[in-house]
């Protein structure tokens, strides 16, 4: 059974930093692109950063480039989303997701329809 587990959300004023996490299981790591959504509430779900399994090609949402970093252990099969200078409108459920498809016809970063996702980890910004 694949799994996608999040950690790391919480509250954090503004300006804070916070690290998430993704933990993959169930699935080889390397054939997959993994990285993260959010949704803020009463908004659509926003596609925010993308990190291939294999190579480590990274991809971010103009709105997130320069603040928010993508990494990935493969030995633990787990990517790390570290948020700096975070604002009040980052404030959203943050979502863990994987796709194959995608990838395995050279299209990176995923658009939608992905594999797998995660339950979600709450991040709130305060001011």
């Given amino acids: 059974e694949v ?7 919480g509250l954090v004023q503004t300006g804070g930093s ?3 996490s993704c933990a993959a299981s169930g699935l080889s790591f390397d054939v997959y692109a993994i990285g993260w959504f959010r949704q803020a509430p009463g908004k659509t779900r926003e596609r925010i ?3 291939t ?3 480590g090609l ?3 949402a103009y709105s997130v480039k320069g603040r928010f970093t993508i990494s990935s252990d493969h030995n633990k099969a787990t990517v790390y989303l570290q948020m700096d200078s975070l604002k009040s409108e980052d404030t959203a459920v943050y979502y863990c997701a994987a796709d194959s498809v995608a990838l395995r016809v050279g299209v990176f970063p995923p658009l939608s329809g992905m ?9 709130t910004v305060s001011s």
């Fill in 3 to 9: 799994q996608l587990v999040e950690s790391g959300g």
């Fill in 18 to 20: 916070l690290i998430l």
């Fill in 49 to 51: 950063s993308f990190i």
């Fill in 53 to 55: 399994g294999s190579d």
């Fill in 58 to 60: 990274t991809w971010y």
């Fill in 115 to 123: 594999d797998y996702w995660g339950k979600g980890t709450l991040v």
